[in-house]
């Protein structure tokens, strides 16, 4: 089975500055990576995703992520932070297998940007 | 911009009583999820489809929640009776390829009184 970390529930940080949502991962199997934002009474949106290939992966609106499999990590980062970005975020896992590919999410990091 | 349609966006339904929430993926999308989100937690999977087929319901409280999707196309995911610790965001999901990435629509917050 897999299980994801989010070790920080929220994170504030003013506008301009640079911000890193962390995410730990455990599974016996290799896996895909995601992070998927979500905005008040709406549903997710896939910021970015890592299935092979380089390890620093670029999403959508400046965001993007670095797999580390030694570390089990995939942390989120941008380098400027906007008041448009406080939302909630959730780091998911799949294990590369076939058959139902379940995503396994983990509790979210609450980002709140500060004018 | 095609969108995963879940209706209704509210629900408030008293313990014991039926609720059924709907979905209606995006076009050509075959593979169908829904998940039950928890305040403060991430999403869980329910139930996967694929097509008409049942892929994974191992997480679906079975005897109290169904779903279906008949026609491989919209799904219906029901609860009888609800109970208080219903209470959640239920979000619905579709891909293409799965899980590769899923599209999903704004959800049913339910609450149980």
């Known amino acids: 089975a897999q299980s994801v970390t989010q070790l920080d529930s929220q994170v504030p940080v003013f506008e301009e500055a640079p911000v890193e949502l962390r995410c730990n991962y455990s599974s016996s199997v290799s896996v895909y990576l995601f992070w998927y934002v979500q905005y008040p009474n709406q549903g997710l949106q896939l910021l970015l995703k890592?299935?092979?290939?380089?390890?620093l992966v670029k999403g959508i609106n400046g965001f993007e992520a670095e797999f580390n499999k030694s570390q089990t990590s995939f942390h989120l980062r941008k380098p400027s932070v906007h008041i448009s970005d406080t939302a909630e975020y959730f780091c998911a896992v799949s294990a590369i297998q076939t058959g139902a590919n379940n995503l396994f999410f983990g509790t979210g990091t609450r980002l709140t940007v500060i004018p | 911009e095609a969108e995963v349609a879940q209706s209704p966006r509210y629900k408030i339904t008293e313990k014991s009583q039926a609720v059924a929430f709907w979905c209606d993926p995006i076009s050509g999308h075959a593979t169908l999820y829904w998940y039950r989100q928890i305040l403060g937690q991430g999403p869980e999977l329910l139930v996967q489809?694929?097509?008409?087929?049942?892929?994974?319901d191992s997480q679906l409280p079975k005897d109290r929640f169904s779903a279906e999707r008949l026609k491989g196309v919209d799904s219906t995911l029901k609860i009888q009776p609800a109970e208080l610790g219903d209470s959640a965001m239920y979000l619905c999901?579709?891909?293409?390829?799965?899980?590769?990435?899923?599209?999903f629509g704004p959800g049913t917050r339910l609450t149980v009184t």
């Open positions: 890592y299935l092979s290939g380089s390890t």
């Open positions: 999901a579709s891909s293409l390829v799965d899980p590769f990435e899923q599209y």
């Open positions: 489809f694929q097509d008409e087929s049942v892929v994974d």
